[in-house]
């Protein structure tokens, strides 16, 4: 190891460092699986819920329910639903330029909602496809018109990371409000899942759901990783890139495509959860910087820990009650999205 230049020996140490964080998320997320699958309000042992897993046989009726029919399926939810969404946060953040940026925060988890809220209320109904999936294609639809609406407002030259962000902050409010006025011409089972939207809940989730997340969000990972040294070099600004033969254009059409895929299936899904896209790719940043290698699997990992720490709270804090996941993961974003408006604010006051 003398005869290695010690710029190469620093990269490899951070590089080494950055693979063990990796680990470490990773056995933070299995743990916070384990942790969120053990605590619920039925009052089962850990024996029993692992009897109940890998011993079904060996174990009572009632466990066996409670554990693969309840407990398994808003479990799994957790860390899929949390790892798509920073994973569309990271991405936004990194095509868009803009720290602020997330699904939640900029109306792309709004406009999926009035997406669906659109076939739920039966205002609109897409002829040749199943009733099933209307609502996730009504959802994916919406997603992909806002954030390629945000797209090109963030493309202005003299439009501010501010304005961009006010921009997306009014969106939201403007699709809150569509499914507000849904609520007053929602029959009384159209305004219960028209509520569940907006309030975001892993009780829905369900084996079916689990197996298209386990299959769509490798593969959205597997093209983003391909393209990793094209999207760390998006820091160096639109024009550099250009000049590196990167066609900055259609990368950022692409990606943001699969963001609006695994958008509108988490929150078609599950509802709108806050402020988890946010929150998880600053951490991983903060960790493991900007290279793509790392903070794309970083950024998912911390966001499926984040969610589960948010399932595991939202069942935890009033004993009977399962508190909404917006409310429960609101209570981290917005204090942490503040200061990263002041930081902001900061940086250009200097």
């Known amino acids: 190891m003398s005869s290695v230049h010690p710029s190469l020996l620093i990269h490899y140490r951070k590089n080494k460092r950055k693979q063990w964080a990796l680990v470490i998320f ?93 076939v739920i209320t039966n205002i609109v ?75 975001g809940s892993l009780e829905r989730g369900s084996w079916g759901k689990i197996i298209i997340l386990a299959i769509v969000l490798p593969v959205v990972l597997i093209v983003m990783m391909k393209d990793a040294w094209k ?21 950022r059409l692409k990606i943001l495509v699969l963001v609006s895929i695994i958008t509108s299936l988490a929150v078609s899904f599950v509802g709108a959860i806050g402020f988890v896209g946010l929150v998880a790719p600053h951490i991983a940043r903060m960790i493991v910087g900007e290279d793509q290698r790392y903070f794309l699997p970083s950024a998912f990992l911390i966001g499926a820990f984040l969610l589960e720490l948010g399932s595991i709270a939202s069942k935890s804090i009033l004993v009977g009650i399962v508190l909404p996941l917006t409310v429960v993961m609101s209570m981290v974003g917005i204090p942490f999205f503040v200061y990263l408006i002041l930081k902001k604010g900061r940086q250009h006051g200097a």
Request: proline share 4%; net charge neutral.
């Open 26 to 118: 990773f056995i933070l997320t299995i743990c916070g699986l384990i942790a969120d699958i053990v605590i619920g309000s039925h009052g089962l042992t850990l024996h029993q819920v692992l009897m109940a897993i890998f011993y079904p046989s060996h174990s009572s009726l009632s466990s066996r329910i409670i554990v693969w029919d309840i407990r398994m399926p808003m479990s799994l939810m957790a860390p899929l639903v949390g790892g798509a969404l920073a994973l569309a946060g990271a991405q936004m953040q990194t095509t868009l330029n803009n720290p602020l940026a997330d699904p939640y925060t900029f109306g792309v988890s709004s406009a999926a909602g009035v997406g669906a809220a659109l």
């Open 125 to 199: 109904s897409i002829p040749f496809i199943p009733a099933q999936y209307q609502i996730v294609v009504m959802a994916f639809l919406f997603c992909l018109m806002t954030t390629f609406l945000i797209a090109g407002i963030s493309s202005i030259k003299s439009m501010a990371i501010e304005g961009v962000m006010l921009f997306g902050v009014a969106l939201m409010f403007g699709y809150d409000s569509v499914l507000t006025m849904m609520h007053y011409i929602a029959s009384e089972n159209q305004l219960q899942t028209l509520i569940f939207w907006q309030m």
């Open 231 to 251: 999207l760390s070099s998006l820091k160096m600004g639109s024009e550099r890139v250009k000049v590196m033969g990167i066609n900055f254009t259609r990368l």
